[in-house]
């Protein structure tokens, strides 16, 4: 298969078609992956319950769980991903440890999935979360600066809601950013993108924001996904917006939300992508 499906995809069979976005698959060891995240992310939800499943609302997945840091500084969102129908903030708490090591408050999420809602509803919820944490943050003690950032799924909804007021950066990890070949998988089962959605939530169709964002993806990465992050960073890049493409070595689809623990590559991306918006702002 090429190394870029997206540009043979006329060709693929559907087998291959589904191969191309199915990360599962292509990680061996992927249920052991999870599991072992899952794991340490309930040991450390329960050691940091001050402010759990917090409505953002008025739908059951409309929630936060939030990490505040012993002395305030800024706040990384992390919107957890899962293809937008599986998944929630829950089990993706082990990544706030590290950030909260060095300071940093994390505010994590969850969302209505599909099928019972779509993906125009998914982003319009994220939205009203920020709206939320914008205005509610600070009693909280997880006040802004506010970087957004999210892994898979997450990744493109951190794109698609860079503009909002509260955000001044963002940090998209091995993020989707192109849907109609999406459309065209076993995804779209449960995701029922309508041609109309594909145009209007692509971040690769879209007008770029002007906000420094960071755009890392693992170099063991599914090569459809690889493609769309190197494809959306030069394409900000053309359009004059700032922030680095990160290739991270030796990391696959599941393996690379590790380096938000201490001392990792994602943890020093957060940090640097807002030293640089603060640079640009200045």
Known sequence: MSARPQDVWATLSQEQRDASYNNNLAVKNSAELIERRNAASEKYRAAHAKALDIPYGDKPRMAFDLYPAE????????IHGGYWQRNSREVFATYAEGLNKVGWSVAMPSYSLAPQTTLTEIVNELRQSLDWLAANGAKYDVAGPYVLSGWSAGGHLTAMLLDHSAVVAGLAISGVYELGTIRETYLNDLLKLTEAE??????????????????????????????????????????GAVGPLIPIAGEDHFSILDQFHSGGALLKAAQDILALSQRSAA
């Open 71 to 78: 002395n305030a500084g800024p706040t990384l969102i992390f």
């Open 198 to 239: 594909v145009t209007a939530l692509s971040p690769l169709r879209l007008p770029v924001i002007n906000k420094p964002m960071t755009i890392a993806y693992g170099d063991n990465e599914l090569p459809a996904l690889v493609s769309d992050s190197r494809k959306l960073h030069a394409m900000r890049t053309a359009a």
